[in-house]
């Protein structure tokens, strides 16, 4: 075999050293109209050019790429990815099962060392630290001993892995969050292995891993079921993908910042429909953006629902590695190589794209986005009257009138309305309870901010917006405002390098002032680490069912993700998280109403202390430091004392503890039989869960916190584990008896066979209501099959492997939904689970299901074809019979082949044992 086949191999030199690679300019030489390609195509393409072995990655393969149209064919290709990416939460249970495989390995009798990754993985632990303690300067020490008091057990596994495998590198606790990280270090543009330069590349175990699209990397989140796959040299399948095209013009106008141009571009690619698609950004507009606005764009593709957002390599790629400290060779290769290869930004308008959408920075304004989807746009101008409104139309809480005037807020707070004054106004529906907490007395209402959290990668990886937040802070402290005593505080940095530039301008210690302390170096609020709310505020919105709202400068605000009390969560820039823990509550206008008053009792609006764009970049361009950046990094892998204290076997093999409530062998490899069965056809299956739109995975696997009462909490209990000591569901991924009795039980879930929110469903034909586990049981007691009926974005949200082995370990053989995330739907594939899908225009209410019917498919069979309508006959309780057509969404042959061996890892393994 010819890897070479069409003699475009080609040499550079860096600094007098040869390096070979796959050159595109030769191609297009020979005649192939490579200007024509977007540049992630052209990222595509020479990855199969590199890896073209004749088998697994052929001829149709580079072909299919090299006429790439903007309709595209409908046909699979493979991308072989040069690293890998996790984090804590979806790599535990990755590692899980790599160490699962090992055992089984040896149970057959064959060398298990076998199991390893063939291509370098980073994990970076991020997910885990939770803010119990917050507004001091200790609370940085006392969450991260708090940390390794809940989650020792976890990271002496992950420990143990990084000696026990090759290619395996861990970033300890306390360092920053995965994708900052990958931002600031891990990423190089351009790689150099073996002689031969080719693209930067990576799949990571976060929805979030676009974030270095902004680099020019092409980067995206799979779940950790892929990725294990990927690290056992799998490639990673996918439909050739349309590109749409993102044109830029213009400059974002004064008072405007990234965070409020991404919530624009979200609402925007949403309502475009880019799901599943490709994302390239280009135009005169992208020049003014900076590689950090670029990132906290592409951070958010899974909120677009595009799998990535990719800004092709130019000036501002080198200047952000060398601000960096990248190495001189690492800058030097990525300039050369790009410009050499037509991977430099340029001759855009030779780029044919599916479909151009245009968006101009100068029509961008102040924005904050919720309450509950990313996606939903709210203008800062219009926030008070959207909250307003969704108080009154979804909690039933409304304002009326009152002596021509809305009664907005008690007159202590500013507001104009003393509470005694409510008694006269007979159908003011708004709830408020009033606190006492040490020598403070106030009011909390509907509408108050109680979390106002400075988190995620998203904004933290932008010195504008964190400098902004710095000195709108400080400007607040002058004027004597000062953050409301019933809003609990929190600033989470993704890396340490943000801390550092913060106080080298003298920035760190008005936050402090504010009680924006650092309370850790990781995901915190935006993954629903929040940690509990102070007990007088839990218990105010308890006792007196508080419409509460959160705000913070995520990237998620899914229900129930941020606190399971706070109903209402905003996505926002760091400066307006700031803004609106001055107010304390979300229902202001920004632009009429003061944030409050200054010490002379004259008012001080939000205006009055917004930092300009001048002074801002002024900051940034003193303070923000390449040696910052060589500090933090130079000893990444390190750890603090406790991480260095933690004692680890040396053995290849995990010794698995059967007392273990964190770490447990994976069951879905036990036994595993050398041949596969075939597959067959699904027979009376009940439905567990008839669920709409939007079902996220966190409402199919929660990562939060979760109650004495659930399954999972009765299941902890039972041996011995106090509620104190729960930790999250996220942090227990590594135990499948935890997991699948939390798999549904989001407490926002709303199931139509229950009567009431979370993981409630009716066992039938009983008619008896009961959790989601307890009715699995019983049906896996009858031998009866199980499905999910869904809506529209089946699984939309985190790359979550768990929401779909939860669904697996349930005896859920199938999914039935209007339409799927792509990676929730590549990961029920991946664990043997079919998705299916209603045709265009039918959904359960069309069809008129009500899930109390048995469902048989004949046609599934071991001739199943890709994307095969099949025939499902529904057959209700009274006898009555209906038959209507489905998709599967099986995409490929090799999804097909994945799905009749149970699942990707089970196919891979079935490889490993025929090879050993």
Known sequence: MDQDYLGIKRELKLNGKPLSFFSLRALQEKGEDISRLPFCIRILLENVLRNYDGYVITREHIDTLLKWQPEPEDKEIPFMPARVLMQDFTGVPAIVDIASLREEMSRQ???????NPLIPVD????HSVQVDYFGNNE???????REYERNSERYRFLKWAQTAFDNFSVVPPGMGICHQVNLEYLSKCVIEKEGTAFPDSLVGTDSHTPMVNGLGIVAYGVGGIEAEAAMLGQPQFFSVPQVIGLKLTGKLPAGTTATDLVLTITEVLRKTKVVGKFVEVSGEGLASLSVPDRATIGNMSPEFGCTITYFPIDEKTVQYLTDTGRPVETIALTEQYSKENLLWRENEDAIIYSQVVELDLSSIVSTISGPSRPQDK??????????SDILETKYSRKYIQFVDRPLSRWADEGGNVEPSLIAQAEHFDMRAAKVKHNDERYYLNDGDVVIAAITSCTNTSNP????GAGLLAQKALERGLNVKPWVKTSLAP????VTDYLMEAGLLTSLEAMKFNVVGYGCTSCIGNSGPLPDHISGAVADNDLVVAAALSGNRNFEARIHPQIKLNFLMSPLLVIAYAISGRMDIDMDEEPLGFDQDGGPVFLRDIWPSQEEIHEVVKNVVKKEFYG????????????WQNLEVPLDKAYKWDERSTYVKEAPFFIGLSPVPGQIQPLKDARVLLMLGDSITTDHISPAGSFSVHSAAGQYLLDRGIPYEEFNSYGSRRGNDEVMVRGTFANVRIKNKLASKEGGFTTYLPENEEMSVYEASLRYKADQTPLLVIAGKEYGSGSSRDWAAKGTFLLGIRAVIAESYERIHRSNLVGMGVIPLQFLDGEGRESLGLDGTETFSIADLTDAVRPNQLLSVLAVAADGSEKTFQVKSRLDS??????????????????QFLAKA
């Open 109 to 115: 009798g064959k060398d298990s060392a076998l199991i």
């Open 123 to 126: 994990l970076v632990i991020d």
């Open 139 to 145: 609370a940085y020490s006392r969450n991260v001993d």
């Open 378 to 387: 709210i203008l800062l101008s219009e926030a008070k009257q959207t909250v």
């Open 464 to 467: 504008d917006v964190m400098i």
């Open 494 to 497: 993704g890396s340490k390098v």
């Open 631 to 642: 500090k933090s990094y130079g000893k990444i892998f390190e750890g603090n004392s406790q």
């Open 893 to 910: 042959k090799i999804e097909i082949d994945y799905y009749r061996n149970g699942g990707i890892l089970q196919y891979v393994l079935r």
